[in-house]
T-cell receptor
Framework: QKEVEQNSGPLSVPEGAIASLNCTYSDRGSQSFFWYRQYSGKSPELIMS????GDKEDGRFTAQLNKASQYVSLLIRDSQPSDSATYLC????????????FGKGTKLTVNP | SAVISQKPSRDICQRGTSLTIQCQVDSQVTMMFWYRQQPGQSLTLIAT?????????ESGFVIDKFPISRPNLTFSTLTVSNMSPEDSSIYLC?????????????????FGPGTRLTVL
């Protein structure tokens, strides 16, 4: 099993819809979970971090974490064409390790 | 948040040569990380650059191929040695955000703009 797996995509949604991005991880000792957005030709940009079970909302973005199921998701409400990018899920290794393991990413396209 | 810069932003190199990539941060940081992103792939951690000690490398990466320097708390270099076309990637440095207020877990990491390397 890969350490961090994301729904393979690509994902295409109409403007204004909710985009749902999913990620599972294998290391039960992981404590920190991150979502990055990467535009083509650019470096990853952190958009959400989550550390506790439940939901965390920031504007149009909601991250959801379920440690029992080893599952983390990102919801983007009222999707905009500017949200079109690849979204990377990252998880830290084993508790306090600063080292991040990234999923392969899900490419999202928001159609006007 | 800290400003991270990398040089060069891109380069095209011949096989068998070496390239040194610089990462500069505008504030002092304890740890710096070097990642590689091969075409169409996700990020893979190469090594952790520690000031005052040897870098620690991840499985599959060795010092002879990717020597790293960390002369102070604001600067690091990664050298890609004896390059082959398989080394064509984007190379990124990252830093953790200190004092982020995280009680349990690790700091958020922020990435530099990257160096796009093409090896012919």
């Amino acid at each position: 099993q890969k350490e961090v797996e994301q729904n393979s995509g690509p994902l295409s949604v109409p403007e204004g819809a909710i985009a749902s991005l999913n990620c599972t991880y294998s290391d039960r000792g992981s404590q920190s979970f991150f979502w990055y957005r990467q535009y083509s030709g650019k470096s990853p940009e952190l958009i959400m971090s989550i550390y506790s079970n439940g939901d965390k909302e920031d504007g149009r973005f909601t991250a959801q974490l379920n440690k029992a199921s080893q599952y983390v998701s990102l919801l983007i409400r009222d999707s905009q064409p500017s949200d079109s990018a690849t979204y990377l899920c990252a998880v830290n290794r084993q508790g306090g390790s600063e080292k991040l393991v990234f999923g392969k990413g899900t490419k999202l396209t928001v159609n006007p | 948040s800290a400003v991270i810069s990398q040089k060069p932003s891109r380069d095209i190199c011949q096989r068998g040569t070496s390239l040194t990539i610089q990462c500069q941060v505008d504030s002092q940081v304890t740890m710096m990380f070097w990642y590689r992103q091969q075409p169409g792939q996700s990020l893979t951690l190469i090594a952790t650059a520690n000031q005052g000690s040897e870098a620690t490398y991840e499985s599959g990466f060795v010092i002879d191929k990717f020597p790293i320097s960390r002369p102070n708390l604001t600067f690091s270099t990664l050298t890609v040695s004896n390059m082959s076309p398989e080394d064509s990637s984007i190379y990124l440095c990252s830093i953790p955000r200190s004092a982020s207020g995280v009680v349990m877990g690790v700091d958020e990491q922020f990435f530099g703009p990257g160096t796009r390397l093409t090896v012919l």
